[in-house]
T-cell receptor
């Protein structure tokens, strides 16, 4: 099993550009999450999904959109990137009321 | 408001000495509690969890944690630190009530084990 994978690993954008981050898991987990990690702030939840076709807002959803068309994939979109979205983005999944499994992260820089 | 606090940004300990990384929480209901470790340029790795049962939980790499309901704490411990334990540690809490899917993470504690 590959676990949770994220594509791409690194990306540099200019202000106003758009992009999509892909998260894939092969563990048949129902729940998937997108977080951003910034120095001194821990992990902040952007959006999450409790199953295929469902999404919900987390703590910091503004400027991001998500889709979960297939159970194994959870996409995070930035429609118009801003420097404040420079961060490391982590995807996670979990099967039920247990621990989350994290991907390796995507380091995004917005100039 | 529900929250998790890791009061120390950094903990320094000599190799071979016991270590403690502190975590306190404020959530409703019976929480599920977790510890994760993050090595440089990596994702978070699960260490251990408390859901119910024995208050002392043992996890990976010789780590353990004690759930203290009266003090609302879930401190991470290890009897003898290794240099390779140096990393960023996160405490996380899920309220544990039905229909609650979110986890609340602390801001992290950097552990530095000195040779």
């Amino acid at each position: 099993n590959a676990g949770v994978t994220q594509t791409p690993k690194f990306r540099v954008l200019k202000t106003g550009q758009s992009m999509t981050l892909l998260c894939a898991q092969d563990m048949n987990h129902e729940y998937m999450y997108w977080y951003r990690q910034d120095p001194g702030m821990g992990l902040r939840l952007i959006h999450y999904s409790v199953g295929e076709g469902t999404t919900a807002k987390g703590e910091v959803p503004d400027g991001y959109n998500v889709s979960r068309l297939k159970k194994q994939n959870f996409l995070l979109g930035l429609e118009s990137a801003a420097p404040s979205q420079t961060s490391v983005y982590f995807c996670a999944s979990r099967p039920g009321a247990g621990e989350q499994f994290f991907g390796p992260g995507t380091r995004l820089t917005v100039l | 408001a529900q929250s998790v606090a890791q009061p120390e940004d950094q903990v320094n300990v000599a190799e071979g000495n016991p270590l403690t990384v502190k975590c306190t929480y404020s959530v409703s209901g019976n929480p599920y509690l977790f510890w994760y470790v993050q090595y440089p340029n990596r994702g978070l790795q699960f260490l251990l969890k408390y859901i119910t049962g024995d208050n002392l939980v043992k996890g990976s790499y010789g780590f353990e944690a004690e759930f203290n309901k009266s003090q609302t704490s879930f401190h991470l411990k290890k009897p003898s630190a290794l240099v390779s334990d140096s990393a960023l540690y996160f405490c996380a809490v899920s309220p544990g009530t039905s229909g609650t899917y979110k986890y609340i993470f602390g801001t992290g504690t950097r552990l530095k084990v000195l040779a």
